[in-house]
């Protein structure tokens, strides 16, 4: 079992910068591929970014040069710095970590932050 605690969601002006951490358990944090994934109201959940075990990661379009995932293994965090936010990132920002055993992914949550970006 993984437990995802996500924190630094907040209120912020259009331009404004949000970092988003969250902290996980689990005995082999350094394997899991971590991400953020947000789901706005009326939409479905989408990802935000992405982080692999040995570092790699992705990013949505809508938010490459603007926002940056990274992780520490050894403090079991992973977090999104987002510089420039604009209205339309207003969304509940959610923790994930994948998980792999015997080739079968197994995908954890966190109970999600709240992002709001003012016009």
């Known amino acids: 079992q993984v437990q995802l605690v996500e924190s630094g969601g907040g209120l912020v002006q259009a331009g404004g910068s949000l970092r988003l951490s969250c902290a996980a358990s689990g005995r082999t944090f350094s394997t899991y591929a971590m991400g953020w994934y947000r789901q706005a109201p009326g939409k479905q959940r989408e990802l935000v970014a992405q982080?692999?075990?040995?570092?790699?990661?992705n990013y949505a379009e809508s938010v490459k040069g603007r926002f940056t995932i990274s992780r520490d293994n050894a403090k079991e965090t992973v977090s999104l710095q987002m510089n420039s936010l604009k209205p339309e990132d207003t969304a509940i920002y959610y923790c994930?970590?994948?998980?792999?055993?015997?080739?079968?992914?197994?995908?954890?949550w966190g109970q999600g932050t709240q992002v709001t970006v003012s016009s």
């Open positions: 982080i692999t075990w040995d570092g790699s990661t």
């Open positions: 994930n970590a994948r998980t792999v055993k015997l080739y079968l992914p197994t995908d954890y």
